[in-house]
């Protein structure tokens, strides 16, 4: 029964995942190559370096280069940074190294449906403060020894509408069920998702 039981209340969290994707920006100044960098969202992905997700860089001090920093062993730089999908923001700083004065540019046409795009730019040593929508700017001027923070984020808002239960098995209210019988019921939620500590399970009146 408690297999069962777990397998019930475990299901709504796997849902409350969101898509995966990926989007692709460039980054150009005078007298350099365009660099194509990439954030993004995958289920099973972390902050750290993920080699079935991420895109690593092999760079030296004085290279003239952008690139999403990350500590994890060998591995310091990333071009592909991917994030996990189940959390509803993530932040992305793009570090600029002995670049000039440099544009960074979008399709925002081509960015995700799902959720709030931002960008800023800032000092390295302060908190980025003025943010610009990355739907409607499709192009950010990135001063001398300044950086980039990429921020996305799913707006919550107030949820008023409670989860509802269905699949259940035995059908809810049953009675005269044999003792060794296997409990499994669904739990589904179409707002902001299921609060694992509010579910409660009641066989015979009692909480199991």
Known sequence: MRKMIILAILLPIIMLAQSEWTFEFSVEAPGTTIFIRSFGVADGATDGYDVWNDLPLFIGSSDTTVYFAVE???????????????????????????????????????????????????????????????????????????????????????????????????????????????????????GTGVDRGTIELRVAGVNV
Do not use: C
Not at 95 to 110: A, E, I, K, Y
């Open 72 to 190: 994890s062993g060998l591995i310091s730089a990333l071009a592909r940074d991917v994030r996990n999908n189940r959390s509803s923001s993530h932040l992305w700083n793009l570090t600029f190294q002995n670049m000039p004065p440099s544009g960074v540019s979008w399709l925002p046409d081509s960015l995700p449906e799902e959720g709030e795009f931002k960008a800023s730019v800032h000092h390295a040593d302060s908190t980025p403060s003025l943010w610009f929508d990355m739907r409607e700017t499709p192009f950010l001027l990135v001063p001398l020894s300044r950086e980039v923070t990429f921020k996305w984020s799913i707006p919550t808002g107030e949820d008023t509408i409670p989860p509802y239960v269905r699949s259940w098995s035995p059908a809810n209210g049953d009675s005269f069920v044999p003792r060794e019988t296997d409990i499994y019921f669904e739990i589904f939620d179409d």
